[in-house]
């Protein structure tokens, strides 16, 4: 799937692109959320100037204080109940079994994306052997023949309309991985395997960051994910697979 990006009425509130089969449900309730926010400004004014209006006819308490109470407790319930749907959607619904699979690892100040290749096997990492300086950033076993075969790079490149699980990982201390654009955030912990899972529906360039401080490097620990035709998206990861 290709094409421009899901507009949605934002009005005013300029959101930024999205790009993601899940964005518009997100964006909607953002949305609403803000307009809610802006309808009880103008409510609290109005319950205001109404309590001081009938302050002294008995019996307005119970309508001016406690239905305005149990309307919000109605009210922000309901908002609750629905994000905490949109939140179970992405994080607790795992991925297709097809969708592609694609490790991603944070360190002091870098992203690192693995791909497994033909053999659509991960090789096994050890920390020890992590060493940038001599192309293992990962720490790739080289005598796991699973591994001979991976793909490292330092751009996450994805196929348009395709499912993606993102399996996140963090060499050193906590990194959290953020694309605004396709309404991503989610911590990578050291220790931990964290998946998240979406499908990129816009061609296009986004920025990949860290919004969690990191170390003194935190401000350039940037990348950039590339969605890109089915077809591009096989050419390049050819072109990596002959490249190793």
Request: proline share 7%.
């Amino acid at each position: 799937m290709q094409g421009a990006p899901n507009p949605l009425p934002h009005g005013f509130w300029h959101l930024p692109v999205d790009g993601a089969l899940h964005g518009p449900a997100l964006d909607a309730h953002l949305l609403l959320n803000l307009w809610v926010m802006l309808g009880l400004v103008a409510l609290a004014h109005l319950v205001l100037v109404v309590g001081l209006a009938v302050r002294a006819r008995p019996g307005s308490r119970l309508a001016v204080e406690y239905l305005p109470l149990a309307a919000l407790t109605v009210l922000f319930g309901g908002l609750a109940v629905r994000a905490q749907q949109l939140w179970a959607a992405q994080r607790y619904t795992g991925a297709d079994p097809a969708a592609m699979q694609v490790e991603v690892t944070g360190m002091q100040f870098a992203w690192y994306f693995r791909y497994p290749g033909p053999d659509a096997a991960f090789g096994r990492t050890r920390l020890a052997l992590a060493s940038a300086a001599e192309g293992n950033p990962l720490g790739i076993d080289p005598e796991d023949r699973y591994g001979r075969d991976d793909v490292v790079t330092t751009e996450l490149v994805l196929p348009v309309g395709r499912e993606v699980d993102l399996t996140l990982h963090a060499q050193d201390v906590i990194h959290g991985f953020s694309v605004p654009a396709m309404r991503l955030k989610q911590n990578a912990v050291p220790g931990q395997t964290v998946h998240v899972h979406f499908t990129p529906t816009v061609v296009g360039e986004y920025a990949i960051l860290c919004n969690q401080v990191c170390g003194l490097g935190h401000y350039r620990m940037t990348a950039t994910m590339r969605v890109v035709s089915a077809e591009a998206f096989a050419a390049w990861l050819k072109g990596r697979e002959v490249g190793r």
